[in-house]
Nanobody, 120 residues
Framework: VQLQASGGGLVQTGDSLRLSCSAS????????MGWFRQAPGNEREFVAG???????HYADSVKGRFTISRDNEKNTIYLQMDNLEPEDTAVYYC???????????????WGKGTQVTVSS
């Protein structure tokens, strides 16, 4: 499975960005797909995830501001990020798994990161 992410950029506090990530997997495979991020000096952390059946999960730090969605036919997920804060500045990674956890170690496939920078 190969993952291709896009949509990062430089924005100001309160602005919005939308990330997208497409998986090369066959539509019938439908891995769980999600977003992680890593800020300088910090460990990579879970942001949001979408199971193929539709269940969504969010980190507490982004609840109410970020929305993840997925198109199963295209094996594509989207992350709508609203009301961005400087603390959201990080490299965002798309990841996929056929497992049952959103831990970093549980992800089987990783895309190249996309930089999101929020200026104050």
């Amino acid at each position: 499975v190969q993952l291709q992410a896009s949509g990062g950029g430089l924005v100001q506090t309160g602005d919005s960005l939308r990330l997208s990530c497409s998986a090369s997997a066959r539509p019938a495979d439908r891995p769980a797909m999600g977003w992680f991020r890593q800020a300088p000096g910090n460990e990579r952390e879970f942001v949001a995830g979408a199971w193929s059946g539709g269940t969504l999960h969010y980190a507490d730090s982004v609840k109410g501001r970020f929305t993840i969605s997925r198109d199963n036919e295209k094996n594509t997920i989207y992350l709508q990020m609203d009301n961005l804060e400087p603390e959201d500045t990080a490299v965002y990674y798309c990841a996929a798994t056929f497992g049952a956890t959103w831990s970093v170690s549980g992800m089987l496939y990783w895309g190249k990161g996309t930089q999101v920078t929020v200026s104050s």
